[in-house]
């Protein structure tokens, strides 16, 4: 371990050299180099403090403890300071964030008035009701929620016996809401042909704590044939088909580009050369299907839009990219996203899967009441994106951590009121010898 501290501050060394030596800084830098900057030179911070008069910060609930500090550095206790968020929303522990940082304000600027604003006019006053009570036991102190919208139909609890089956059981429920999607659906019996409304593919999100559950609903939905995307925080820069087209953008000639002067830098030369290196790409590389070569280049061109023909601007906006920074409402598909990549969206009807102790609430070997408390604000979360229509589910089984396992129903499922609750279950259907040879074959 010792070993391993060392190297680790030899290649931090190595690379605070290198970043020097090239007049770079790195993003998370950008930050504590400005709080080193304001804290070690007063006059420079008093020149920031008569600059903005008033400041404003959005999303307080996600602050860490550098940006707090520069934020106390620069906004003095008799400065016009207004923060907005909400800290039953405060899920980012893990990137530094401080779920504390309200109560760490209000002692450091005492004058400071309170607005807080408890109506939800998004959800049902059943949805409403219940992530209140989900909520409550890390914040016994929190005013209770106003019902805006009247209580709507009872939050469904399904239980399935695996993670597979827990797969199907959401297709098959949103097909029954949807009406039946395709002709088979309803031959078929999977679904009535009756429309709960005027719902489509986009009105539904489903909603699950890790990226190892996703499998499961993929595979569900290919089989059904319902249109879904994964949406996830990852970078855009990790997908195959976004690094071949920026390699072919990269060393493009000018010769490749029609109607593009040598040294043109405007928009239409930017859009023209991604639209060229694409076209490249197509020809020589059969990896990649039209339609996700298609969506990385939309992607890349929706980029280009804001970086006004600079290369520079456009590589840097690539490079902090993210998949759910082109989130389309109006794309008419299921949403599959992590609790964490659901947060500011809405849907009429959300489905959050695997509410089991262990993996929602996320824990390893014991439980860590401070983990527990930001997981319940997590789940919390992703309650409140629902607008009409709330259905949880858990698997008896599933395989977790290498192997399958037994696990027990999330411990949050308690804090609901039965009142607001109708069970569902799906029964485990017994393996019969032609279940058996179809598995063969």
């Known amino acids: 371990q010792e070993t391993a501290g060392a190297d680790i501050a030899d290649a931090m060394s190595v690379y605070q050299r290198e970043l020097a030596a090239r007049h770079w800084i790195d993003f998370d830098d950008l930050i504590g180099l400005a709080v080193h900057v304001a804290a070690t030179n007063p006059e420079i911070a008093a020149l920031y403090r008569n600059r903005f008069r008033s400041i404003s910060v959005d999303e307080f609930q996600d602050v860490d403890e550098q940006q707090y500090r520069l934020?106390?550095?620069?906004?003095?206790?008799?400065?016009?300071?207004?923060?907005?968020?909400?800290?039953d929303q405060a899920i980012y522990g893990f990137r530094g964030a401080d779920?504390?940082?309200?109560?760490?304000?209000?002692?450091?600027?005492p004058g400071a008035a309170a607005m807080p604003l408890t109506r939800n006019?998004?959800?049902?006053?059943?949805?409403?009701?219940?992530?209140?009570?989900?909520?409550?036991?890390?914040?016994?102190?929190?005013?209770?929620?106003?019902?805006?919208?009247?209580?709507?139909?009872?939050?469904t609890v399904h239980t399935s016996p695996t993670e597979a089956a827990e797969a199907e059981f959401v297709v098959q429920t949103i097909e029954q809401m949807i009406g039946g999607h395709s002709f088979f659906?309803?031959?078929?019996?999977?679904?009535?042909?009756?429309?709960?409304?005027?719902?489509?593919?986009?009105?539904?999100?489903?909603?699950?704590?890790?990226?190892?559950?996703?499998?499961?609903?993929?595979?569900?939905?290919?089989?059904?044939?319902?249109?879904?995307?994964?949406?996830?925080?990852?970078?855009?820069?990790?997908?195959?088909?976004?690094?071949?087209?920026?390699?072919?953008w990269d060393g493009l000639a000018v010769e490749d580009v029609e109607h593009v002067a040598p040294d043109e830098t405007s928009p239409h030369a930017l859009a023209a050369q991604l639209k060229a290196a694409a076209g490249r790409l197509t020809q020589k590389d059969r990896v990649f299907d039209i339609a996700s070569q298609q969506t990385a280049l939309q992607r890349l061109l929706m980029l280009a839009e804001t970086c006004a023909g600079d290369r520079a601007r456009f590589a840097d906006a690539?490079?902090?990219?993210?998949?759910?920074?082109?989130?389309?409402?109006?794309?008419?598909r299921v949403a599959l996203l992590t609790l964490h990549a659901a947060k500011g969206l809405e849907f009429a009807v959300v489905f959050i899967v695997g509410l089991e102790e262990g993996l929602l609430p996320l824990y390893w070997n014991e439980r860590d009441e401070s983990t527990v408390a930001e997981e319940r604000r997590l789940f919390y979360v992703g309650m409140t994106r629902a607008k009409d229509r709330l259905i949880l589910s858990r698997a008896s089984e599933r395989r977790w951590r290498g192997q399958r396992r037994t696990l027990a129903a999330s411990s949050f499922l308690d804090d609901i009121e039965r009142e607001l609750v109708k069970q569902q279950q799906t029964a485990d259907r017994p393996r019969t010898p032609d279940d058996r040879q179809m598995k063969l074959l």
């Open 121 to 155: 006019y998004r959800s049902s006053g059943t949805i409403v009701t219940a992530s209140s009570q989900v909520i409550a036991p890390s914040e016994p102190h929190r005013p209770i929620a106003d019902i805006v919208r009247d209580m709507h139909e009872r939050i």
């Open 318 to 332: 690539v490079a902090l990219a993210a998949e759910t920074d082109f989130w389309d409402p109006r794309a008419d």
């Open 71 to 87: 934020l106390t550095l620069i906004a003095p206790l008799d400065g016009n300071l207004c923060v907005i968020g909400d800290p």
């Open 185 to 248: 659906s309803i031959d078929s019996g999977r679904a009535s042909g009756v429309t709960e409304g005027t719902l489509s593919f986009a009105d539904f999100a489903v909603l699950y704590r890790t990226g190892a559950q996703v499998d499961a609903l993929c595979e569900a939905f290919a089989r059904s044939g319902l249109p879904f995307k994964k949406h996830s925080h990852d970078p855009l820069t990790g997908q195959p088909v976004v690094q071949a087209l920026l390699r072919e």
């Open 99 to 109: 779920a504390s940082s309200f109560d760490r304000f209000a002692r450091d600027y």
